[in-house]
């Protein structure tokens, strides 16, 4: 008892780096900072430079874009989106730093990049991105971080913001007294991505971006963009220009190509590489707004679950020349103007309803010896192109565990069905992605969103449980180990995990609430691993007041997170314990 009374006692001021870094000393040094420091860059290979606050190098490069970049928003956070943590000291207290003559601030910022950044360095392959740092902070003010790719400087001045808060003195001031600070750092897993779906409701572009900006200060790096789905096709396809034209839920709901390309160079400057996917051929009915020869079974009613998982059934039909035609026509259109900012696309491929089958006249059964092998030649086709373009496909694990299907070998299986999943798919020998439902489904246990049908006893559904309630807490996302099941032997074929947004209940209005902070836990859990470093599970007592600080933080960079507790709670850390 008194072992967990000292701990909480000890981490009840502000301290809070996340996700937790591999290895992190600290002390208990004040150090101010202010807008006049400058930082320089040595860059490898990048000729090197000096960026004040506000003064953009405006060089070409991809590395030296995504250096001045992080520059620029490491000044704009610290400086313009920064808060005061007084709900981590008790209440009353006078907990600030008291600025005199004799204060330190930082004097210097050096950035060190030790190799030249690789070509592929926005649109990096699995592995092949090194985005390990260090950071040091001297109690005289000297700062020097380090990386070996422009990633790793990014990630480092991410943390080096989160050693720095506000103060309330009306006169400003941004400080740390954790000083001096050593940090070294690198990612567990090397894909920690968000998937974001834009079909069931539409997101503007600036949602997009503030996932993005929240995911970075989270250091995750891929997003994963669910663009298309059966109710509404918001993606512009140049060639088949009816696609979005009606498909679309309004005319102002829809992605330009020029909106695409914005999304992923946004991106691509965080270090998040935009993975989209378009689902097929399950999860396609939007598609019949515009082309209803491709798709069978749309819409039928009232029995339309017999034939998907959601209104409006409908599924591109199996055996049909004229789909093989409408795909090669729109992955010829997206896909090369994808490839300069991603090596991955994602063809789909979950919860594809066999029944819907029989009432398509390319097909007419159900019989999974006649569908097995026309869904086999069907994802051929389809992977043919996307690999011949040297994207790296994507699939949902239906394809490989229900469907048996064989994959080219370098295919990444998304799984969300369970941890057996996981297992299942690394011990075929392909790479998997975790994101089990029942741990990472972050629109689970909202209620049922489906009216009942006059004459239904709506009465059998009470209380109106969704099909993965309940709501998936941080605690519940935090206890989740992607690793969880693999024998050791093939957790490299993990190669992380996804967060995910279904939206059937989530749009511009609750997206913030819904994603964050909860997400952080998915994150920290992919960037740190599951368990420490003497191997146990990660602490919820030491991660509940991280947690909430991140949450602070997050707000104050200007994403709506909810919080996770009450101030009473956090202020003198010790008595919100059961
Ligand atoms: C590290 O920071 C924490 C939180 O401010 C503080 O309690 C602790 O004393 C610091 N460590 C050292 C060695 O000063
Ligand atoms: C980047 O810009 C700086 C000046 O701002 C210049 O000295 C350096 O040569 C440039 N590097 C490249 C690769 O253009
Ligand atoms: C903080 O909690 C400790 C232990 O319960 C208590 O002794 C102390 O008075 C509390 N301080 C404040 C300011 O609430
Ligand atoms: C508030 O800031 C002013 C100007 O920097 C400084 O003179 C004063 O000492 C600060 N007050 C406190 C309590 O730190
Ligand atoms: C970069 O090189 C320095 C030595 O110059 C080393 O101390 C540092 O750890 C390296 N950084 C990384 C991220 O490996
Ligand atoms: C296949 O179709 C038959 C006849 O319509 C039906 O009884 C059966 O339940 C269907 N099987 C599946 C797996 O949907
Ligand atoms: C698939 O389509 C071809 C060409 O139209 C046809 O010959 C074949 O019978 C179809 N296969 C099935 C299982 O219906
Ligand atoms: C895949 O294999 C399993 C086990 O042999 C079998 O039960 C299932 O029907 C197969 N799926 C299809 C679509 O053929
Ligand atoms: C650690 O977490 C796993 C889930 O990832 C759980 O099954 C296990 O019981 C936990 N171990 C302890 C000691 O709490
Ligand atoms: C791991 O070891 C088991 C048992 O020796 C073996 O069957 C399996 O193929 C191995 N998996 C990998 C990915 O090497």
């Given at each position: 008892?008194?072992?967990?009374?000292?701990?909480?006692?000890?981490?009840?001021?502000?301290?809070a780096?996340?996700?937790i870094?591999?290895?992190?000393?600290?002390?208990?040094?004040?150090v101010?900072i202010?807008?006049?420091?400058?930082?320089?860059?040595?860059?490898?290979?990048?000729?090197?430079?000096?960026?004040?606050?506000?003064?953009?190098?405006n060089?070409?490069?991809?590395?030296?874009?995504i250096?001045?970049?992080?520059?620029?928003?490491?000044?704009?956070t610290?400086f313009?989106?920064?808060?005061?943590?007084?709900?981590?000291?008790?209440?009353?207290?006078?907990?600030?730093?008291t600025?005199?003559?004799?204060?330190?601030?930082?004097?210097?910022i050096?950035?060190?990049?030790?190799?030249?950044?690789?070509?592929?360095?926005?649109?990096?392959?699995?592995?092949?991105?090194d985005?390990?740092?260090?950071?040091?902070?001297?109690?005289?003010?000297?700062?020097?971080?380090?990386?070996?790719?422009?990633?790793?400087?990014?990630?480092?001045?991410?943390?080096?913001?989160?050693?720095?808060?506000?103060?309330?003195?009306?006169?400003?001031?941004?400080?740390?007294t954790?000083?001096p600070?050593?940090?070294?750092d690198?990612?567990?897993?090397?894909?920690?991505?968000?998937?974001?779906?834009?079909?069931?409701?539409?997101?503007?572009?600036?949602?997009?971006?503030?996932?993005?900006?929240?995911?970075?200060?989270?250091?995750?790096?891929?997003?994963h963009?669910?663009?298309?789905?059966?109710?509404?096709?918001?993606?512009?396809?140049?060639?088949?220009?009816?696609?979005?034209?009606?498909?679309?839920?309004?005319?102002?709901?829809?992605?330009?190509?020029?909106?695409?390309?914005?999304?992923?160079?946004y991106?691509?400057?965080?270090g998040?590489e935009?993975?989209?996917?378009?689902?097929n051929?399950?999860?396609?009915?939007s598609?019949?707004?515009?082309?209803?020869?491709?798709?069978?079974?749309?819409?039928?009613?009232?029995?339309?679950?017999?034939?998907?998982?959601?209104p409006?059934?409908?599924t591109?039909?199996?055996?049909?020349?004229a789909?093989?035609?409408?795909?090669?026509?729109?992955?010829?259109?997206?896909?090369?103007?994808l490839?300069?900012?991603?090596?991955y696309?994602?063809?789909?491929?979950?919860?594809?309803n066999?029944?819907?089958?029989?009432?398509?006249?390319?097909?007419?059964?159900n019989?999974?010896?006649?569908?097995?092998?026309?869904?086999q030649?069907?994802?051929d086709?389809?992977?043919?192109q996307?690999t011949?373009?040297?994207?790296?496909?994507?699939?949902?694990?239906?394809?490989?565990?229900?469907?048996?299907?064989?994959l080219?070998?370098?295919?990444?299986?998304?799984?969300?069905?369970?941890?057996?999943?996981?297992?299942?798919?690394?011990?075929?020998?392909?790479r998997?992605?975790?994101?089990?439902?029942n741990f990472?489904?972050?629109?689970c246990?909202?209620?049922?969103?489906?009216?009942?049908?006059?004459?239904?006893?709506?009465?059998q559904?009470?209380?109106?449980?969704?099909?993965?309630?309940?709501?998936?807490?941080?605690?519940?996302?935090?206890?989740?180990?992607?690793?969880?099941?693999?024998?050791?032997?093939?957790?490299?074929?993990?190669?992380?995990?996804?967060?995910?947004?279904?939206s059937?209940?989530?749009?511009?209005?609750?997206?913030?609430?819904?994603?964050?902070?909860r997400?952080?836990?998915?994150a920290?859990?992919?960037?740190?691993?599951?368990?420490?470093a003497?191997g146990?599970?990660?602490?919820?007592?030491?991660?509940?007041?991280?947690?909430?600080?991140?949450?602070?933080?997050?707000?104050?960079?200007?994403?709506?997170?909810?919080?996770?507790?009450?101030?009473?709670?956090?202020?003198?850390g010790t008595?919100c314990?059961l």
């Open positions: 008892m008194l072992t967990v009374f000292g701990l909480v006692l000890c981490i009840s001021s502000a301290s780096l996340w996700p870094p591999s290895v992190y000393t600290n002390g208990s040094g004040v101010w202010d807008k006049d420091v400058k930082v320089s860059y040595n860059g490898a290979g990048q000729g090197g430079y000096t960026c004040g606050y506000g003064s953009k190098a060089n070409e490069t991809w590395t030296s874009a250096v001045t970049n992080a520059i620029e928003r490491t000044y704009d610290l313009n989106k920064n808060f005061v943590p007084w709900k981590f000291h008790p209440r009353m207290s006078s907990f600030e730093p600025l005199t003559s004799a204060s330190v601030y930082v004097k210097s050096t950035l060190q990049q030790n190799a030249t950044d690789p070509s592929d360095i926005v649109k990096p392959n699995t592995g092949g991105l985005e390990s740092y260090t950071l040091a902070m001297t109690a005289d003010g000297h700062v020097t971080i380090t990386g070996i790719s422009s990633i790793g400087l990014l990630h480092g001045l991410t943390t080096f913001t989160q050693l720095f808060y506000r103060s309330s003195n009306s006169s400003g001031g941004v400080y740390s954790l000083a600070v050593y940090i070294s690198a990612p567990k897993f090397q894909w920690r991505g968000l998937n974001i779906d834009t079909s069931r409701t539409y997101k503007p572009l600036s949602d997009l971006y503030a996932m993005i900006d929240a995911m970075s200060y989270n250091k995750m790096n891929r997003l963009w669910h663009i298309t789905d059966a109710q509404a096709w918001p993606l512009e396809i140049p060639s088949l220009p009816d696609l979005a034209n009606k498909g679309a839920y309004a005319t102002w709901q829809k992605y330009s190509p020029a909106d695409v390309a914005a999304v992923q160079h991106g691509a400057l965080l998040i935009v993975v989209m996917e378009i689902d051929p399950g999860h396609t009915s598609i019949a707004f515009a082309y209803p020869d491709l798709i069978a079974a749309f819409n039928v009613q009232p029995n339309w679950d017999s034939y998907a998982a959601e409006p059934s409908g591109l039909k199996l055996n049909s020349s789909v093989y035609s409408f795909l090669n026509t729109l992955f010829a259109d997206l896909l090369p103007r490839s300069p900012l991603t090596s696309f994602h063809l789909g491929g979950d919860e594809v066999m029944n819907a089958y029989t009432l398509d006249d390319t097909v007419g059964t019989a999974s010896s006649v569908l097995q092998p026309l869904m030649r069907y994802m086709r389809n992977m043919a996307v011949s373009l040297g994207l790296t496909p994507l699939v949902w694990e239906e394809m490989l565990l229900d469907w048996n299907l064989t080219p070998a370098e295919t990444i299986v998304q799984t969300w069905i369970g941890d057996a999943s996981v297992a299942a798919v690394v011990a075929q020998g392909y998997a992605l975790a994101g089990n439902y990472w489904y972050l629109d246990g909202q209620g049922q969103w489906l009216d009942f049908f006059p004459g239904t006893s709506s009465e559904f009470w209380p109106y449980a969704d099909y993965c309630s309940p709501r998936k807490n941080w605690r519940l996302m935090y206890s989740y180990d992607p690793l969880s099941g693999v024998p050791a032997n093939a957790t490299h074929l993990v190669l992380g995990g996804e967060a995910h947004i279904w059937e209940q989530t749009d511009t209005i609750n997206l913030d609430t819904m994603v964050w902070p997400t952080c836990a998915a920290e859990v992919l960037w740190s691993g599951a368990k420490d003497s146990q599970n990660r602490s919820q007592i030491t991660a509940s007041p991280r947690l909430s600080e991140m949450r602070e933080r997050l707000v104050a960079r200007g994403i709506r997170a909810e919080p996770i507790q009450m101030p009473y709670c956090t202020q003198n008595q314990a």
